[in-house]
């Protein structure tokens, strides 16, 4: 143990819970020849993940064994419900290690198997957009506890409409621990995950809340606002259209801003400007290269600069739907809001 704690010093790093508790499990291994063994089994997988990966994996093994919120120090919970229970300091390691390859799958969305794989990846890379890691857990769990790549899928396209739903709902951290808690004990109890009372599904008042917020000033949400416009154009594409570019921006078509002379102000006198500027109908996206910009053209005009195709036109349905628009007027934006809105009913059942 000293000797770790050495080595781990030599290399000018704070010594983390992942530090401390290898000194203390390796420790306990009596062989030096073992001993060696299992640090580099410890290591191995360190190395893999990366060493921020790797501490938040500790977190996310306590959460699987002690499904609530933490409420002693990380280190003491993780000794009571992680190691304690399994004694032998070699099975410790070898369930770190099993968790660590599926953690380092689920994270970098590279799950394979001979069927569901793409799909199960797909879902996978969305649960790796929302803006928070508290899904991971019941998704380290379900993969540990079921094989079957079908049943991955489908448990897999139900808990990303659950984080989805959380986001825009803009659940906070306890409310999220204690949901994903649940389907924990739900998973662990062999229980139905499909049930309407399961915690992995969304309730109606939820579907109702999350259907609210859509038909809100989207644009406003910047929590979750290009997560949901990614996901239209991808269904809106039937899931072939990437939208993969390293700059990606949310275009108004009415513009933010509307000069009185222009058809713009015609088609939106006041107060009805500002009722549909941020609104889901008014939004698409486009991959803005470097001194491209069409905000405040009028409307014509913005689509003779969307065909030249410097904005990823191929690759954004959002953009390609108004193409064939001859006017941008509040009756058009409503009749795309309603579209948009049953598109998102369909991908989430709302």
């Known amino acids: 143990a000293y000797r770790i704690f050495s080595i781990i010093n030599d290399r000018g790093l704070d010594l983390s819970h992942a530090d401390i508790f290898k000194s203390e499990i390796i420790g306990k291994i009596a062989a030096p020849e073992t001993q060696q063994e299992y640090a580099k089994k410890w290591e191995d997988i360190e190395d893999r993940l990366g060493r921020d990966a790797f501490l938040n994996l500790f977190s996310h093994i306590r959460m ?8 002693k120090g990380f280190r ?8 304690d229970p399994i004694g032998d300091p070699k099975k410790v390691i070898d369930e770190i290690v099993k968790y660590a390859d599926i953690y380092d799958d689920i994270i970098n969305s590279s799950y394979e198997s ?5 799909e199960i990846n797909r879902k996978l890379s969305w649960l790796n957009h929302i803006d928070n890691a508290d899904w991971i857990p019941p998704a380290i769990f379900y993969i540990w506890s079921n094989k079957n790549p079908a049943d991955l899928y489908k448990f897999f396209k139900d808990l990303e409409r659950l984080a989805a739903g959380l986001m825009i709902r803009r659940a906070d951290v306890n409310e999220r621990i204690r949901r994903y808690g649940l389907v924990i004990k739900t998973i662990e109890e062999n229980r139905n995950l499909y049930d309407e ?3 992995l599904q969304l309730t109606t008042e939820e579907r109702n809340e999350i259907i609210n917020i859509l038909q809100g000033d989207l644009y406003l949400e910047t929590q979750f606002r290009l997560y949901v416009l990614l996901r239209l154009n991808e269904a809106l594409s039937d899931g072939t259209g990437k939208f993969n570019f390293p700059r990606i921006t949310i275009e108004h078509v009415l513009p933010q801003t509307i000069d009185a002379k222009n058809q713009w102000e015609t088609w939106f006198k006041p107060p009805l400007h500002e009722e549909y500027i941020h609104k889901l109908g008014n939004l698409a996206l ?5 001194g491209a910009s069409v905000s405040n053209h009028e409307f014509e005009k913005k689509k003779e600069e969307y065909a030249k195709d410097r904005f990823g036109l191929a690759a954004s349905p959002l953009i390609m739907r108004l193409m064939n628009e001859k006017s941008w007027t509040p009756e058009v934006i409503d009749r795309h809001q309603q579209e948009l809105i049953n598109k998102l009913k369909e991908i989430w059942r709302l």
């Open 64 to 71: 699987i064994k002690h499904p609530v919120k933490l409420r």
């Open 76 to 83: 003491e919970d993780f000794r009571e419900f992680v190691i």
């Open 114 to 118: 001979s069927n569901c794989a793409e």
């Open 197 to 199: 009372l399961s915690p």
């Open 286 to 290: 486009l991959t803005r290269k470097k």
